[in-house]
């Protein structure tokens, strides 16, 4: 059993034709069946059923077709480690995080990043930290950056950040005058929350029974339109504190602790433990790690 005949079988799985797969290699139809013939004798096993012009897999090829992807996969990486020896980093990296992370966090980030390696791409993935993760156990993100705690034995963990969530009230609110309020205290007033996500999940839970009695007038997707609804007297909400920063010094929002609400939002870049890390994505590890000396150093 050999790379070429492995990659030959994989073609096939993927494509369920033994057709396009010679398409894909560039080989004829017969040199890719006489590939497979071989890998099933020496195997002693059937790799695939033929049923009219599409092909699926057997017990024996799905197992195969399993440790063919790593071994395809591992290959590529050991070219590409041994290419990216000596050279500057290049290509893309695929980062997975929520729209609020993407707006505070990553912009300091990639600007120094883009200074340092101008040559690499990044591309974005927006979604709710669930998915994210879910994306990054596939393999199909190098790296994320989602609310804590995450704990999955497959994944590094690298808290980069943490932010206490405060009350946001518009100016004109009953409550802006305030320093610090009660959770109880909030009941008589609509609020805005987030749709989902895990920080409105953990908010929930420290409402506890409390929650029950919540006016929840709306229910939003994004951090900036939770804010814009807030200045202008639609609701009150419960955000990261330093989401509101610049609001609350330009006097559209107000900011307002929460005495018995101690409840701190941790953010961690994450990524799988058995995924190669190319020159580019080390070189992404290296930039956060001199941001984050930065922050401390300030």
């Not at 050991?78 to 290509?91: D, F, H, Q, R």
């Not at 609020?191 to 506890?208: C, P, Q």
């Amino acid at each position: 059993m050999n790379l070429d005949q492995i990659r030959n079988f994989y073609e096939v799985a993927v494509h369920k034709s033994f057709t396009q797969a010679a398409e894909k290699l560039y080989r004829t139809q017969p040199a890719i069946s006489t590939q497979v013939r071989i890998l099933e004798e020496e195997l002693g096993e059937k790799l695939f059923d033929r049923i009219g012009k599409k092909v699926c897999l057997t017990q024996a090829g799905e197992i195969l077709f399993t440790y063919a992807e790593r071994l395809l996969r591992l290959h590529d990486e050991a070219k590409l480690a041994i290419t990216e020896l000596n050279a500057s980093p290049k290509g893309k990296i695929l980062i997975g995080a929520n729209e609020a992370t993407c707006i505070y966090v990553l912009p300091q980030i990639f600007a120094l990043f883009k200074r340092e390696y101008p040559d690499v791409q990044i591309s974005i993935y927006r979604n709710f930290s669930k998915k994210v993760v879910d994306k990054i156990l596939d393999n199909q993100l190098d790296f994320g950056i989602v609310t804590l705690p995450v704990a999955d034995r497959d994944l590094y963990v690298w808290p980069i950040a943490e932010d206490e969530l405060w009350l946001i009230t518009s100016p004109s609110h009953p409550l802006a005058s305030r320093e610090a309020i009660n959770l109880n205290e909030l009941v008589p007033y609509p609020m805005i929350f987030h749709k989902a996500g895990t920080t409105r999940e953990r908010l929930m839970k420290h409402f506890g029974k409390l929650g029950d009695k919540l006016n929840i007038s709306m229910e939003l997707a994004s951090i900036e339109t939770i804010k814009k609804f807030v200045s202008i007297g639609m609701g009150i909400s419960i955000v990261p504190k330093s989401y509101v920063l610049n609001e609350s010094e330009q006097g559209t929002l107000r900011l307002i602790r929460i005495k018995n609400l101690k409840m701190i939002r941790k953010l961690g870049l994450i990524y799988r433990k058995n995924r190669y890390l190319s020159r580019a994505c080390k070189a992404f590890l290296e930039v956060v790690e001199e941001s984050l000396r930065e922050e401390k150093a300030v």
